[in-house]
DNA sequence: TTGAAAGCGTTACCAA
DNA sequence: TTGGTAACGCTTTCAA
């Protein structure tokens, strides 16, 4: 019924003990406890010394007003802003929704803030990264969810001169969270040799217009690994773009060839899907003709039978945010520092053993 | 190599025309254009008289020195943050993820920045809402996506004195952007109506611990009202939780019952999916056995071949930002505003006309 | 342990 | 159109 609107800045005859914006200040709570400004901040933010009933009169006196410090003003005097930038190319996809729902209930934890940057994966969209200097002074550090920077993006984020910590990538100077991409493509590798799979291929990333190029590299590195020590050849390769329209279109491509592989890797469930769902349009049966391997353990994974490497999104963010706040607490020189989750191979029914038998009815539908 | 940390506060004998704390501020700035700061201020928010000549020498020395506004202060003096608050229940989930995506895209059109807020739905968490006072003076205004809120927690919002759009829910006094519920109820269960189909079954929300128990009570209504009008029984309805897991054990209880229902509507593309599996492990043919259909068209209902009720969470999130930037111009006083975006049936596999041969084999696998 | 007062870096009002 | 200057509301140093 009301609208808000229909209240203005028109506060009530101000009552007493409130600064003039209608929201009491930090001399109000001084006035009701009978102390200094000083100590209402020094109370109020727990540090330094303050005697124990004054802190409980300044608190009580803090609850009566309902009184919050001013964060602009707070941050004007101190330098902190208590807020943390997280730079991301998406926010929709799977793995960034659930990277920032780590490191935002991480840093919550901590009092902190989170201050969101969807910077795109574009040229025009990325340039909000340098053209405005968007995050100077606005946060005390920044948080780098699997996105490549360019190297004057590189220079823009340490020249705030604040702690950064990546998260999926790896940029020199900066803290890194992630997992073990090698050992992830290793894994899905061992994994089909294991079912006797020699023609393998892999869907990858895009070199040139991924966002995080190395993650795709890495993960295809372990896949060599593992070929070359079961001394098969080296996959073929296809370029993907994460998603799964774009492994439905390395899928056609795959699964068109002569001869056709009997397994695939896909860097992401998402692709592996896209494929799943090229080999279903096919009439191929998985895994007798296909056998399909992503990465993530995407929810939908299981829905799709998939069989994938897990990895623990979610806690690569705490993770993430973890290391940020140790970091903020120890003040200043902190040498970098690696955090490597582990990954976990989740084998269900889209990967078998070799069919040689492509006609059969092995299985029933 | 080289370690953020290892050149600290330590810069080098500070440049000439720097503020004390190695970062240009408006004094430098107005020197080296020879204004005074009032008029750098000016001229650089673009706003009030100042002559082109001296706004271009202003905009010339806050080039060289590379000088940007310290946002504490300038939000100190001014009263407004360029920060909008998005309060929401989950960062992951599908619905949210996209949402944010567009809320997020549209406010960086306008320069404000997002402050994430993810209150999480169980009691404790929530209280974040309540206890601190986070929002109080740093937002301009808020967004809330798709989140009931107790009396208490609209309180405290009411006492931010901001404007607040809502997505996808409904509190009184506040602008709204969202769907018409009641539509996608009765679209998708007159698709199912004119396929034959008289026996439907619901997979709503939880009427108790949902956080948005508006959008599933309303989506229902929708279905009971395109029942009505058919002369058809009101469909039966079953709990679900909005998630996989949920329209799984839902789609269990139903495809027990005896007798077990045509089709089904799910309240979200998730639960849909649930369903659709439970129906898969049962050895039901989909549609000639079970017909289903969901809410959203999330990525993955192309994969599951789902018949769904679209809706343009993406293009809501930029509606309700729209709306929130147009109050934001607007000034004070502005009457409560509706936005509702429309929804469009995707047909897809998972629908089908009623068969009344049940064993047969009507469809190749 | 506490208080006084000097910033912090803008914006906005009022004069010029 | 421009400049001077008083806020804005804290934190922090220095003394007491």
Redesign the pocket.
């Given at each position: 019924m009301v609208s808000r609107a229909d209240a203005p800045d028109a506060a009530p005859p101000v009552p007493v003990g409130r600064?003039?914006?209608g929201?009491?200040?930090?001399?109000?709570?001084?006035r009701l406890?009978?102390?200094?400004?000083?100590?209402?901040?020094?109370?109020?933010?727990g540090?330094?010394?303050?005697?124990?009933?004054?802190?409980t009169r300044v608190l009580q006196a803090a609850a009566d007003l309902g009184?919050?410090?001013?964060p602009?003003?707070?941050?004007?005097?101190?330098?902190?802003t208590g807020v943390v930038g997280v730079i991301a190319p998406f926010l929709s996809r799977w793995f960034f929704a659930h990277a920032l729902d780590g490191v935002e209930g991480r840093l919550r934890e901590d009092g902190l803030h989170v201050l969101l940057f969807n910077v795109g994966t574009t040229r025009s969209s990325r340039s909000v990264l340098l053209d405005q200097q968007l995050l100077r002074?606005r946060v005390d550090a920044v948080v780098v969810l699997s996105c490549d920077l360019e190297p004057e993006e590189v220079a823009v984020l340490q020249d705030l001169h604040v702690p950064v910590v990546t998260l999926g990538v790896d940029v020199t100077p900066w803290h890194r969270v992630g997992i073990d991409d090698v050992a992830a493509g290793r894994t899905a590798m061992q994994h089909l040799l294991s079912l006797g799979h020699r023609d393998i291929a892999y869907v990858g990333g895009d070199r040139v217009h991924d966002v995080h190029v190395a993650t795709a590299v890495d993960r295809r590195a372990g896949i060599l690994q593992a070929a070359e020590a079961a001394g098969v050849p080296a996959p073929r390769e296809l370029v993907g773009d994460w998603t799964l329209a774009g492994g439905a279109a390395a899928g056609e491509l795959l699964l068109d060839a002569v001869p056709r592989p009997t397994a695939v890797i896909a860097a992401s469930d998402e692709m592996a899907v896209g494929v799943l769902g090229v080999a279903r349009r096919r009439g191929l049966r998985v895994p007798e003709d296909l056998s399909v391997v992503g990465v993530d353990d995407h929810e939908f994974a299981g829905t799709h039978d998939l069989t994938t490497v897990a990895q623990p999104v979610d806690a690569l963010g705490r993770a993430a945010a973890d290391l940020l706040v140790d970091v903020l607490q120890q003040g200043v020189a902190v040498p970098r520092r690696t955090v490597v989750l582990p990954t976990r191979l989740v084998v269900r029914g889209s990967t078998g053993s070799l069919s040689r038998t492509p006609a059969s009815p092995v299985r029933a539908s």
């Open positions: 600064g003039r914006r929201v009491p200040g930090i001399h109000d709570v001084a406890a009978g102390v200094s400004t000083a100590t209402v901040s020094r109370a109020l933010r540090v330094d010394r303050v005697s124990a009933p004054t802190r009184y919050v410090a001013s602009s003003a707070a941050s004007l005097a101190s330098g902190r002074r």
